[in-house]
């Protein structure tokens, strides 16, 4: 049974601050509950999706096509643990550019045009996720994970693009290992969270 309703911490019209789109113009859709646990995530509070209203999809829908927005962000949270079948289909139907961001650890459902596949150390990811992948988004927090993010390089599919994001707290010391790595490595980039250079949400 596909849902018609979903855990919504909340929902903005904002600009994409990290990754291949950075700099675009986004609707992001932060759905509660997560499973994960990062021990740095920036937004806790969206782990207990009992603590966020139930909101229909099609009003979800509604308030993207209202701010005029052409591509949807749908994060949290683990929005992969949630069925996003509906979500997606409603979001297509309006004619939008449906993207995710997932830590990969449940297979994905849904329709989408753009996969951020951002593996933590926490939970393993499932496999399948690997070949849906069309960013690779690793979070730099010392210096061993840029072996574990080559075990993800080697996995996922050869046009998937590489971006190496130091994490927000160990910016200053992480910035030059990942413009040294980065060099020494050309096929991965450089993501930085320019949003919170921006101070937006």
Not at 70 to 80: H, L, M, N, Q, R
Not at 183 to 190: G, I, L
């Amino acid at each position: 049974m596909t849902l018609q309703s979903l855990p919504l911490m909340e929902d903005f019209y904002t600009i994409q601050g990290e990754g291949f789109y950075q700099g675009h113009a986004a609707y992001f859709i932060r759905l509660g509950g997560c499973d994960v646990g990062c021990v740095w995530c920036d937004v806790k509070e969206s782990w207990d999706a009992s603590a966020h209203p139930l909101i229909a999809i099609d009003e979800m829908a509604r308030r993207v096509k209202d701010a005029g927005a052409k591509i949807v962000v749908v994060t949290g949270g683990e929005p992969a643990m949630h069925d996003l079948s509906s979500l997606t289909q409603r979001l297509k139907a309006e004619g939008l550019r449906t993207h995710i961001e997932t830590s990969g650890v449940y297979p994905l459902t849904g329709h989408w045009d753009w996969v951020c596949f951002s593996p933590k150390k926490f939970k393993t990811p499932h496999p399948s996720v690997y070949e849906e992948a069309d960013e690779l988004k690793i979070i730099v927090y010392n210096k061993s994970d840029f072996a574990w993010a080559e075990e993800f390089a080697a996995v996922v599919k050869p046009e998937c693009q590489l971006f190496l994001q130091p994490e927000w707290s160990k910016e200053k010391e992480m910035i030059p290992l990942i413009i040294d790595y980065v060099k020494a490595n050309p096929r991965w980039q450089v993501s930085l969270q320019v949003h919170k250079y921006m101070n937006i949400p």
